[in-house]
């Protein structure tokens, strides 16, 4: 298993190769889920576990500003030629290797399977934030700009097609 300090590292690393940015990740021990905000993109990434009653998941959550950022460099566009599917495929793809670090907190050969990245609203995202365990919860703020990482084990309040 990773350590902490391992984990924060190839966070800060992959936001740094997808965004071209410098932001550096750091484990929230015992903290709350993040508050988020309607302007907030909210992406959650479903994983089977081999204990089919329980499910785990990967949730990432983003300021608006970071959101485009992200888009605008993934798709090579200015923010202002940007649509709203360019930033949720942006954000869906950066949930996805996010997720590859955070399945090492899980307990050892406790992973089955790895379903898609989903956008969620607010209110969805509230109910599984609030339903949830939070193993892990990375977070690199700047200023008003928020990109969180979270590790839910177990996941719970998810439902699939539950998008925005």
């Known amino acids: 298993m990773l350590q902490p300090h391992e984990i924060e590292a190839r966070l800060s690393s992959i936001w740094e190769a997808l965004a ?14 993040t508050a988020t905000a309607e302007g907030d993109r909210r992406i959650v990434l479903p994983l089977g576990l081999d204990d089919a ?9 983003i300021s608006r500003e970071d959101a485009e950022t992200l888009a605008s460099v993934m798709f090579d566009l200015e923010p202002a030629e940007l649509s709203q599917s360019d930033i949720d495929d942006a954000c869906a793809e950066a949930c996805n290797v996010f997720s590859g670090c955070l399945v090492e907190y899980l307990p050892c050969g406790n992973l089955a399977d790895i379903g898609l990245p989903e956008a969620m609203a607010l209110d969805g995202y509230r109910l599984v934030s609030l339903a949830s365990g939070i193993r892990a919860l990375f977070e690199a703020r700047e200023q008003n700009r928020k990109l969180v990482v979270i590790l839910f084990d177990p996941m719970s309040g ?3 097609g539950g998008a925005v």
């Open 20 to 33: 071209r940015e410098s932001r550096t990740f750091r484990l929230v021990v015992n903290g709350p889920g």
């Open 53 to 61: 009653s329980r499910r785990a998941g990967v949730a990432l959550v």
């Open 158 to 160: 998810y439902e699939p």
